[in-house]
């Protein structure tokens, strides 16, 4: 019912920035807070950063003042610039949304299938 696609992943050098945006399309009647997460190799997936509807935002510390998320409602777009990237930012990243859809009332949370940053020292 409800698909996000990414986009913007690749291949960067130490200190270069990437952008990340993440598309929501669908049966959706509204979209409620919209994030980032990544995984990197053998590790758990953590937050990135995450983004309320009404845009007050969160980042794990370990991106604060290198990355910056923003959203779009009207086009139900989420976008990371990711800038100062270091080699251990390598990681699949994740969009994630928690959406109502126009067939239930109860909020879900989805993802998107993962794209591939790799920063090279």
């Known amino acids: 019912q409800v698909q996000l696609v990414e986009s913007g992943g690749g291949l960067v050098q130490a200190g270069g920035s990437l952008r990340l945006s993440c598309a929501a399309s669908g049966s959706i009647f509204r979209i409620n807070d919209m994030g980032w997460y990544r995984q990197p190799p053998g590790k758990t997936r953590e937050l990135v950063a995450a983004?309320?509807?009404?845009?007050?935002?969160n980042y794990a510390d370990s991106v604060k003042g290198r990355f910056t998320i923003s959203r779009d409602n009207a086009n139900k777009m989420v976008t990371l610039q990711m800038s100062s990237l270091k080699p251990e930012d390598t990681a699949v990243y994740y969009c994630n949304a928690n959406v109502i859809t126009r067939s239930t009332i109860i909020p879900e949370d989805y993802w998107g299938q993962g794209t591939q940053v790799t920063v090279s020292s």
């Open positions: 983004i309320t509807r009404g845009s007050t935002t």
